[in-house]
């Protein structure tokens, strides 16, 4: 049966310009299952009807199947696929750009929140710095006002000293010039006793020796006072020229 004694559509014959390796296969497909009844009876038409649309339904089918596609249909269904990845680059970009301002939002809420803890923790610091100094400052100034007072008490012990000593110079003198007082008095008073029995001896019987004898004595006594006053006060001007001086020294 030859291939050009079918009945093709308009657009299948202008896809069969070229030759394909599906033309055998075609051919064969389209072959009749059933011979056609003679032309006298009045169901040919009908028969032929049918088999001229199975015919041409089968050339369809194999044809859609092993074409090639035409070049519009190609760029159409290019351009749909370009669209569609298009679309999705615009759309896995609208989430990343989203993801990506989210990420900047949490970093910048986390920033701002690490700022403000730590404008807080330095002004908690100046605030300790500021009282550091203030403290640094009293401090100075009470270090200052002791080292005054270890100068003044310095000063102090030195003149209290000063005087211990000279007390301890007065004390001394004093006590060597009154023994020496003492021992004169009691060489005085031994030879005032002295005198004072022999008179006894030889003027026991007579009374009016009595009354010399007690002038003699309350004159003894008398000088024994007089000679401590005399040590008593040259002590005590010497004490006083001693405090003027270290007075004057001060002073200077």
């Known amino acids: ?85 298009t679309k999705d680059q615009v759309a896995r970009k609208r989430m990343n750009d989203r993801a990506y301002r989210e990420r900047c939002k949490k970093k910048k809420m986390e920033t701002e929140r690490n700022v403000e803890l730590l404008s807080k ?30 100068k003044q008490l310095k000063k102090a012990i030195g003149l209290l000293k000063q005087r211990h000593d000279t007390q301890n110079t007065l004390v001394d003198v004093l006590s060597e010039r009154l023994a020496i007082a003492n021992d004169a008095d009691l060489r005085r008073e031994n030879t005032q006793l002295k005198s004072n029995i022999v008179l006894l001896r030889s003027q026991v019987n007579d009374r009016n020796n009595l009354d010399k004898l007690q002038l003699q004595e309350k004159n003894a006594q008398l000088e024994h006072e007089k000679s401590l006053l005399e040590v008593i006060v040259q002590a005590l001007c010497e004490k006083i020229s001693n405090e003027k001086g270290h007075e004057g020294d001060h002073a200077g």
């Open 1 to 85: 049966m030859s291939f050009n004694c079918f009945y093709l559509p308009p657009e299948i014959k202008q896809t069969m310009d070229y030759e394909s390796p599906w033309q055998e296969l075609l051919v064969a497909s389209l072959s009749l299952p059933d011979p056609l009844p003679p032309p006298e009876f009045e169901a040919y038409k009908e028969v032929e009807s049918d088999q001229k649309a199975w015919r041409n339904q089968q050339a369809f089918n194999h044809f859609s199947a092993a074409r090639p596609r035409s070049s519009r249909f190609s760029e159409t269904e290019k351009k749909g696929q370009e669209m569609e990845a």
């Open 121 to 150: 923790e330095n002004d908690r610091l100046k605030g300790e710095n500021a009282n550091f100094k203030a403290e640094a400052v009293r401090t100075g100034k009470t270090l200052q006002s002791q080292e005054q007072e270890m």
